[in-house]
């Protein structure tokens, strides 16, 4: 499901990392500088002074929160999974689902997890990608940040899988402080790696756009990275020549 990418980066860039320069595919540079910086406003005057605030909120809770959310999007993981015929990892969602919205108490806990079921996200541009759809030019797009039209379009796919969109008394206002909340945590446990990938980035935007195009090729590979290619902070410069 949905979080914005652009405050996942810096986690996807700690847990990940990138294994080899990403080309740039990005036509509409001069567009798209100018919405990141607009994202950048947008994040140092509201997104970024609420997740620090959201911090002050005890930790536990706000793993249950990140495990509730995380639980809300399993049916749209596993409806990809299924698309994906991956047999494996579409049971491993299905039984995570299930133990977790039970024994977990509605996702709130993650008893999941200490089976050995590890959670993993799939969503419909993977899966796109797998049936050979092309993935197009580089944008970035308000609030949702670094995307292209295979994955825009993708979302859009998965906002229909998702059951909660078909519930009876469903209300937009309810999906919108959804993600608000997502993209609230999602930024608050970015902080700090976040901050010091800014700082050490020649050119900002192309580092995030590096970053996101070797993370959403580690994403397509269902994760699979070399963990002695991880780079160290101190080579996020190197990234903005690529």
């Not at 689902?97 to 541009?125: C, Y």
């Not at 796919?157 to 999906?175: C, G, R, V, Y």
Request: hydrophobic content about 40%.
């Amino acid at each position: 499901m949905l979080r914005p990418k652009f405050l996942l980066l810096a986690v996807a860039f700690a847990v990940t990392g990138c294994a080899a320069p990403s080309q740039h595919n990005d036509p509409f540079e001069r567009g798209n500088r100018f919405m990141f910086k607009v994202n950048v406003q947008f994040d140092n005057y509201l997104l970024k002074p609420v997740a620090k605030g959201y911090l002050y909120v005890p930790s536990p809770v706000r793993q249950s929160v990140r495990n509730f959310l995380d639980n809300l999007a399993s049916p749209v993981t596993l409806v990809n999974d299924i698309f994906q015929v991956q047999g494996h990892r579409a049971s491993t969602t299905a039984l995570r689902f299930g133990i977790n919205s039970t024994v977990g108490l509605f996702g709130l806990f993650d008893p999941a997890k200490s089976l050995g079921l590890e959670k993993h996200d799939e969503d419909f541009g993977q899966t796109m990608a797998v049936w050979g759809v092309p993935e197009g030019p580089y944008l970035f797009t308000p609030i949702y940040g670094p995307s292209s039209p295979r994955e825009f379009s993708g979302w859009i796919m998965d906002w229909t899988f998702d059951p909660m969109t078909h519930q009876d008394d469903w209300h937009l206002e309810n999906a919108i402080g959804r993600y608000a909340i997502d993209g609230v945590d999602a930024r608050a446990s970015a902080l700090t790696v976040l901050d010091e990938i800014e700082r050490s980035s020649v050119d900002f935007y192309a580092t995030v756009r590096s970053l996101y195009q070797q993370n959403r090729a580690s994403e397509l590979a269902n994760g699979v990275t070399n963990i002695d290619d991880l780079p160290d902070l101190d080579e996020l410069d190197d990234l903005d020549d690529f």
